[in-house]
């Protein structure tokens, strides 16, 4: 067979700006600047989700530099965008404001000029403690300055073409009626109550009526007003179906993702580009969404987001850029339970970097290289950090509540797991101390036990639940395993996977004791 070409560090985003560029230059475009962009949801508190089309087009951007040319992100935040729902937590005064501009909405954690400048800098605080680098265009700023107006002023003359083809291509009719604009109205303010139903090209207004919109499953009633609106001066909006090939235009974007939610949505775009504005649509890729752990899909309005202020609570940035550059298809369940997993996977990446864990498969190797690269955004350190399993510190974590980081860092010189204290040690104790203090007791491990393991299992339990405490319990779990018919290497293996989820650890004997006979007893009995 053929060998595989290896383009780039060898991952998905390699691959993705190298279809990027052969396809630039079949457009015939200048490649001076090649500029991705990121759109940022400003209704709501942003999750992972959110921050990671921004993470992940950071990498394309790094992938195009790696390559030669010169790139840059813009983080496009749509704060103009209509409050359409109250997330869950907020106070029911929002309700007054539904469907007003979330820049005119007043902050209600009362420390941003703004409810959307309030939502937009959560996600910028991650996107910086993540190390990703931006340039922030505000939605508001944008139409303001007039950034859009050109190309306002052709979707509008072209509106009849743009009704007839979204009801075409998604079955949309509404635009055939209304203009894809919505002027903010300046009787109430708001914003999707206010159909314009007419062009005027020469003075670049439109005239509208404040009537009623359908928000979800909710009829918002407008105020009837009758109004004119000039775009370029009177504050209104493109709906989505145009917006986004309008801010591509204006912007000179070559690449966007997008998610599966918004689908209709980029196609209608990539149509509007191409044959309205005249401008080839970005190179795009789809991702799927991330779920929370009962399969649902993560919502700003349904309050179960996982965050990045909160992630970083337990887990490092690194631990994060691992969950969004490991791979960009497939629906994910995401969770605090991931973290774990997640912090002993990159130590894991990062043994096959420096060469401390050997894979036979040399394209593999290539790729599991270049993904520690990324994640480390194409700076990766010069040798590997002091590392501890992140699982064996929660366990020591539950143990040690009181001058915990000098007490766990104790633990971890007599077991040998560590050679000296250090800052890093520190982080890691800090970080998996705030895992045991919120929550309980890691998921089950799904592990392959066979029937002489079991038995052997179940022998230990009995011990440890004794009310005696065994005079050499190291021992005694050496002789179980052979009398069991169990080489005891295989049986430590077992064990360190039931506590640690890892197939190493600490010497067991004084480890069960450090962690309590009888937890350790319950928690081997959850796999007997």
């Known amino acids: 067979m053929e060998e595989q070409k290896i383009i780039g560090r060898g991952t998905w985003i390699d691959k993705l700006a190298d279809e990027l560029i052969e396809r630039e230059k079949s457009t015939g475009r200048h490649l001076d600047m090649v500029k991705v962009e990121s759109g940022l949801g400003a209704s709501g508190i942003p999750h992972i989700g959110s921050l990671g089309d921004a993470v992940r087009a950071y990498g394309v951007k790094l992938a195009l530099e790696n390559m030669g040319y010169k790139s840059e992100l813009i983080a496009y935040s749509d704060d103009l965008d209509g409050l359409r729902k109250i997330p869950e937590g907020l106070p029911d005064w929002l309700n007054d404001h539904i469907a007003k501009p979330v820049s005119y909405i007043p902050d209600p954690f009362g420390c941003h000029e703004s409810y959307g400048l309030h939502m937009s800098s959560l996600l910028l605080d991650g996107l910086d403690k993540m190390g990703i680098k931006y340039r922030f265009q505000r939605g508001v700023d944008t139409y303001k300055n007039g950034l859009l107006k050109d190309q306002i002023h052709t979707l509008l003359v072209n509106s009849k073409k743009i009704g007839e083809k979204i009801a075409e291509m998604v079955g949309q009719e509404k635009y055939q009626e209304a203009l894809p604009y919505f002027p903010v109205c300046s009787g109430c303010g708001r914003l999707y109550t206010a159909v314009a139903y007419e062009y005027l090209p020469e003075e670049k207004k439109v005239k509208y009526k404040c009537g009623s919109a359908t928000i979800g499953s909710r009829i918002l009633e407008g105020c009837g007003h009758d109004g004119v609106a000039d775009i370029t001066r009177d504050l209104g909006k493109l709906a989505w179906k145009v917006e986004f090939a309008a801010r591509w235009q204006a912007f ?156 766990v860092t104790r633990k971890l010189l007599d077991y040998g797991t560590i050679k000296e204290p250090s800052p890093q040690i520190d982080e890691l104790i800090t970080l998996a101390g705030n895992y045991a203090d919120d929550f309980d007791r890691p998921a089950k491990v799904e592990i392959q036990i066979d029937d002489a393991t079991r038995k052997a299992l179940s022998s230990l339990a009995t011990i440890l639940s004794a009310e005696k405490e065994p005079e050499d319990l190291q021992n005694d779990i050496y002789n179980i395993a052979k009398s069991s018919g169990v080489q005891p290497r295989d049986f430590f293996k077992i064990l360190y996977q039931i506590l640690l989820a890892s197939d190493r650890g600490p010497k067991i004997g004084p480890f069960i004791l450090d962690i309590g006979r009888k937890k350790t007893a319950s928690l081997i009995s959850d796999h007997v």
């Open 252 to 407: 000179d974007i070559r690449f966007e993702a997008y998610g599966k939610d918004i689908m209709d949505s980029v196609k209608v775009n990539d149509w509007v580009a191409d044959e309205v504005l005249g401008f080839a649509h970005p190179t795009h890729v789809k991702y799927e969404m991330f779920l929370d752990k009962g399969g649902k899909k993560i919502s700003k309005s349904l309050g179960n987001v996982v965050t990045s202020q909160s992630w970083l609570r337990y887990g490092t940035p690194k631990s994060i850029l691992l969950l969004l550059y490991k791979r960009i298809t497939g629906t994910r369940e995401v969770g605090f339970d991931d973290i774990p997993s997640l912090m002993d996977e990159y130590h894991e990446i990062e043994n096959i970097y420096f060469g401390k864990t050997k894979l036979d498969n040399e394209a593999k190797t290539i790729r599991t290289k270049g993904l520690f690269e990324y994640v480390n955004l194409l700076n990766p350190p010069q040798g590997p950090d002091q590392y501890v399993n992140y699982r064996l510190l929660v366990q020591l974590c539950k143990i040690f509540r009181e001058d915990r980081i000098s007490r």
